[in-house]
């Protein structure tokens, strides 16, 4: 048996809102560590992952490790239904055919019980080297999202350009041309780059990965010309990271 207690309900709701619009039907993997989730969206394009660590759980209990296949469609309307401050309980009998999501109201008086049919479904695990990247940089979340809204006005594709001083976001577009600058004035932007980056990538994904800017103040970009770009989430409970491959001509408009 599974079950989990997570005492700020708000956060699952966050991360669901961040997948929704990119995977459709995914598996929660379950271990005695937690819960992760691997999926690529329907262009193989994008892949997101994500670990919810047990030990941020109020209560967490993994009897055998096991997949849980659900829609995140289904799951997302179910989500909607709890407040904010609801304690979120998650739980699957071993080799069940559904999973039941209790909400439970901050002040105990109003309980609501959902249960979801479960997936059979055949994914397969992709396996992520550690990679070295040319440059990283830590940002605000809202910042990137603001970035990224702005610049899509003009263009679907954006183009990267680090160097040691400064991050430069840029469009060209056929109605004109954008640029934001960034650079490490503050304590806000932070850049650590071992070699200069120009690299471009379809804007459409990162406007969906900046839903999960939602979830923290700041994100890690790892970016290089020849391996996805990394987009990384840290939170109280976990990670969430995305990945794009990088755009080479018109592949992915």
Known sequence: MFEARLAQGMILKKIIDALRELVTDVNLDITKEGISLQAMDASHVALVTFMLRAEFFADFHCDKPQALGISISSLAKVIKCAENEDCIVIRAEDNASLITLIFEGKSEDRISEFNLNL???????????????????????????????ELSQLSDTINIDINKERVIFSVNGDTGRGAISLSQKNDKNILQVVNNVNASFALRYLNLFNKASNLTTSVILSVSEDLPLILQYDFEIGSMKYYLAPKINDEFS
């Open 119 to 149: 997936l059979s479904l055949e994914t397969e695990h992709m396996g992520i080297p550690d990679q070295e990247y040319a440059a990283m940089i830590q940002i605000p979340s809202s910042e990137l999202n603001r970035i990224c809204r």
